[in-house]
């Protein structure tokens, strides 16, 4: 039976199509995921900065950026029925400089222009650490069709330390904490951002 007729029998069956995976090159790089704009949106932060000296209370911290994170829907599903992230689960986070002063607008700011497509892919038979990152916007702005993954330290020891749930930041994504409260934990003691 052809793919199309397939999915159109599973369908009709009750049955969606199968969640997308990644796909590799043959010097095993990360290929670049297609369809994201459609996935499900968990979160979007502005302008978060993790080094020393980053504080809100700095009274003159560097102009961030937007970040929107969004993850397959049957990854998703998956994560809220049993609070863990399956195999082959992509968070893309898409990195997006802030506009201001443009058209009608006078104050606050809207996002411009995309300066990083970044994925976060949990392939434990590929990745001996479970979890690899990877950019699909690379230097001076470059289109990168193909991605290899960052090395250990650049990426992966901060989100193995400080992710609350299995390398992922959950607790900043409020779609996923919504589902499982228990990702919220390290949020306890937020302050309140102005
Ligand atoms: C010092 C800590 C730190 C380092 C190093 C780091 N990240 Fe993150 N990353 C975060 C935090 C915090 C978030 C969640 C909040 C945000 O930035 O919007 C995040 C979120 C992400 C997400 C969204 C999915 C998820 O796992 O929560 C991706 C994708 C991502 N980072 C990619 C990368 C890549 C690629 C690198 C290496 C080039 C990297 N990160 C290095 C702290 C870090």
Redesign the pocket.
Known sequence: MKRAALVFALTCAGFSEPMATPKYSNDDKLVRPTGWRRWMFV???YG?G??PGENIDNPKPKPGTF?N?Y?QPEAYDHFAKTGEFPEKTM???EVVKPGTHASINKRGMFQSEQV?I???LKDSKRFSDK?A???FIGEGGKQLNESKA?EKD??????N???AKD????Q??PVLREARPEVGEPLKTVKSAH
């Open positions: 979160g979007a932060n978060m993790y080094a970040h994170i993850m968070l893309i986070m990083g970044e994925v976060a979890w990152y990877f950019n960052f650049a990426c992966w020891k901060c989100h330390a400080h992710g390398n992922v930041f959950a900043f994504y």
